[in-house]
């Protein structure tokens, strides 16, 4: 990575791994049906084997983004969990700042990768103009 500076690189890493550990978390207390993500799961109408599932989803999408070679796999995967999160949390007709916060994660899942992978930036810059 030589175009990517030692201060991007490490604020990319800390990013991802801010991101990664609450994600983590969220997917862990899922897969051990802790009483209060199943409490909240329940009065989403989720049943205890689909917070599970969930979990278990979520779980594998981080490991696939954390894997370098596959981390923009992994951030398009995080990318379509968190929206459907977004999309459950309207629905349910939740504020808008729960709305927000599965995007606002989602910002941070593609800036993270965006400060220490250079091949995220090469995909979103801008290109020749169009004749």
């Known amino acids: 990575m030589p175009n990517t500076s030692k201060g991007a690189l490490w604020t990319g890493r800390i990013i991802t791994g801010i991101v990664v550990l609450f994600l983590a978390f969220d997917s862990i207390t899922k897969l051990i049906r802790e009483p ?43 990318t379509g969990y968190l929206g459907g999160a977004t999309a459950t949390n309207m629905v349910l007709g939740q504020s808008l700042l729960l709305c927000l916060f599965p995007v606002v994660f989602g910002v941070f899942v593609w800036l993270g990768l965006f400060l220490r992978d250079e091949r995220v930036g090469a995909l979103i810059a801008p290109r020749g103009s169009v004749t």
Do not use: E, N
Request: hydrophobic content about 65%; charged content about 5%.
């Open 36 to 78: 209060h993500t199943i409490a909240a799961a329940a009065q989403m109408g989720l049943k205890g084997d689909t917070i599970v599932q969930i979990g278990a989803i979520l779980a594998v999408c981080l490991v696939v983004y954390l894997i370098p070679r596959f981390s923009l796999l992994g951030a398009v995967l995080l």
